[in-house]
């Protein structure tokens, strides 16, 4: 089996792969790989089409009848402010033309609504996935199983659904923080060939969540700007680039993003990424030999990202980048230029103090300093010594950003940690570090097959994040990347060195996905145990503390190898809406 989907699925990616990368807005027509049960599946089907609730945890094949009970009613609790959401299924027998579907709003037995504005529904689209497979390391398509997979969230008005297909629907409903507690009904109408009519409730609870701005999860996806450019087809830094940028980042803003990702040097990450990542601020070397910097597009940039909501924290990539390569123009000669250099060279040292004095007098005077770190990714400790050495320096204030390793000897320099998912802070350190505020957070990437967020992930293991960081004390969860896009990512997340998705959490459009949705329903639910804990504590309510803190136990990446994200997830919900 996997050799000859690895064959369809090559001929697939060099057809895709010979094109220019599409423009976000195009349409686009979906991949396809058959599975191989598809064909038998759907013999045993008696009606030309079905139309179901599903579980938003589940990926649903395109191409197999979905064997599942039919539902017709959905109900689900939710606090006041919470985003709750399910999936729908349609598959036929028969080509549609055209699926559309109604929404109304939700009333209770008082009249009052929870508004049709809040309720939003979005056809999933597949797009070609691959397999873990050893996780890091440079790959091609016909060395691994590839498939496609059900993830991006697309509002177009109707879709066509061919014969023995199924396509899935994402409805989502935000309660509003204001809501009366109690039952609220109502119904989706989807017109599939003729009309179908789904009932749903939600039980909105006497608990308010708080809006995304003050969620205390900090959550860092890094964001790149250049690749919004590339899909949209518009000129870096153009008003038009800014204005396409807006809607992805009060997305981001809206899910509680914390960081604003920053590159002050061309390619910090040696260009491991499909499109470039260039620095906000341009070097200039002057004829006289001394230094000018350009803040231009840095200070635009940085306030733009704080208008659409994410605005705690300025990080700064990096004094230690992947390649120690640092360019510059250099007006002697008219033409940029790079200057090669090992970290804590004399060489190294002084291009860095000079700019550093220039940065910190800048920020300082724009009121950003003391929210800026300078931030190092996955560095040696003895790189980072130096680095410290120098920033405390300029200033003793500096702050300083470190996703990596955990090392004791500079753990107390570090102001935002982020350590993988494999390793755990001392109790004692953890407990200082959130009383001193701060930020103490894991990271997954393509080291880890679980928990993760490739497209091939189950959805739920991306709620089971956020609850991996409740269980143990963690602030947050940092991911890179919330849009590092591949060539054509609406069709095909495969990348050339990491497992499929690892580059990306949203599509171009902007469009959502099931990844990003049930990122924020773990990280709704932290925000839920956090709330819940302060009210246990403060009230002594020993047996309910007692009853959440037994369930948070179960979260433990090990158990992840016999006991799917899903079970753990489901059996620990429950106690969240008692």
Known sequence: MKKILSIFAVCLYTAVSAQNSQPAAAAFEEPFIPSPQAAESWAKMTSNTEVSFASSNQRYAKDVMPQLQLQKTWTSAAWRGEKVHTQILVWTKQDISGITYTLTELKNDKNKAIPAGNIQAGFVRYVITDEFAGGCGYRKPQDFDSSIIADAIDTVAQIALNAKNVRPLWLTVAVPADAEPGKYSGSIKINAGKSYTLNYNILVKDRVLPPPAEWKFDLDLWQHPAAIARVHNVELWSDKHFEYMRSYYTMLAKAGQKCITASIMNEPWGHQTYDDFPSLIRWIKQKDGSWRYDYTVFDKYIAFVMDCGIKQRINCYSMVPWALSFSYFDEASSKDTVLKTEIGTAEYNLHWTNMLRNFTQHLKAKGWFDITTIAMDERPMKSMQMVISILKTIDKNWKIALAGNYHPQIEKYIYDYCIASNLTFPDAVLKKRITEGKPSTYYTCCTE????????????????????????????YLRWAYNSWVANPLTDSRFKAWPAGDTYQVY???????????????????????????????????????????????????????????????????????
């Not at 773990?522 to 002594?540: A, C, P, S, W």
């Open 449 to 476: 097959n679980y928990p993760n967020g490739f497209t091939f992930s189950p959805p739920a293991e991306h709620v089971w994040i956020g609850w991996y960081a409740a269980a143990k004390g963690f602030t947050g």
């Open 508 to 578: 171009p459009g902007p469009k959502t996905s099931i990844r990003f949705e049930k990122l924020i329903e773990g990280i709704q639910d932290f925000e839920k145990i956090r709330i819940l804990r302060d009210e246990y504590t403060r009230l002594g309510n020993v047996v309910a503390l007692s009853k959440l803190e037994a369930a948070l136990k179960q979260f433990d990446i090990q158990k992840l190898k016999t006991i799917p994200a899903q079970q753990m997830v489901d059996e620990a919900k429950a106690i969240l809406n008692e």
